[in-house]
């Protein structure tokens, strides 16, 4: 391109520029600004339109998107398989199930708190102070 026709660009886009007049993104595809147009009636954006992001990146993202939503799958079905024994535990043996119950609140309570972990650390301080004392 020679340097006239570079300048003459230029001037063009600069024209462009202060004037505002950038021709509108839905010209260059309309099939894009048709799905752009139906995402954001649905209430959601598509990444490509949004942020500009290659084909390589969008689809990283869209593999990322499958995986979370594949492992929310598997822990909602986990959940409610371990639903399941309990529902059935309780039917069969309300004893299996009581054990169940209380080996959870038992696991639970054994949580340390903030209180329960600042407990100990006073504990620990009166410990050590004391043994400083007694050197």
Not at 16 to 24: I, V
Not at 46 to 64: A, F, H, N, P, V
Request: hydrophobic share 30%; proline share 2%; no cysteine.
């Amino acid at each position: 391109m020679s340097t006239k026709d570079e300048r003459m660009l230029f001037l063009e886009y600069m024209e462009d520029y202060n004037t505002a007049t950038f021709p509108d993104p839905k010209y260059y595809s309309l099939e894009a600004a048709a799905r752009n147009q139906a995402s954001h009636q649905a209430g959601s954006t598509t990444w490509s339109t949004m942020s500009g992001m290659t084909d390589e990146e969008l689809l990283r993202e869209q593999r990322r998107q499958q995986a979370l939503i594949s492992a929310r799958e598997r822990e909602s079905s986990t959940v409610a398989a371990l639903r399941d024994q309990l529902r059935q535990a309780r039917e069969t043996n309300d004893e299996m199930y009581q054990d169940v119950l209380h080996r959870h609140e038992k696991r639970i309570l054994e949580k340390p708190t903030f209180e329960s972990i600042a407990k100990e650390r006073k504990e620990h301080k009166k410990e050590l102070e004391h043994k400083r004392k007694f050197r």
